[in-house]
């Protein structure tokens, strides 16, 4: 995938709106969740490899 160039005297720009409260609580609850789950899914992958003493 190549990057996209701008013709000669066009300019692109992008304005995006402001993200409502909404939006916003719900992107982080989204980022929060995913994290959570990577984290999760590393120490299950960990705990496997982990050898067991007996005390």
Do not use: C, H, W, Y
């Amino acid at each position: 995938m190549g990057l996209i160039k701008e013709p000669e005297g066009v300019d692109f720009i992008i304005e995006s709106t402001p993200l409502t409260e909404k939006e916003k609580k719900e992107i982080s609850d989204f980022i929060k969740k995913r994290k959570a789950e990577k984290k999760q899914s590393t120490k299950r992958r960990f705990s496997k490899n982990v050898k067991k003493e007996n005390v």
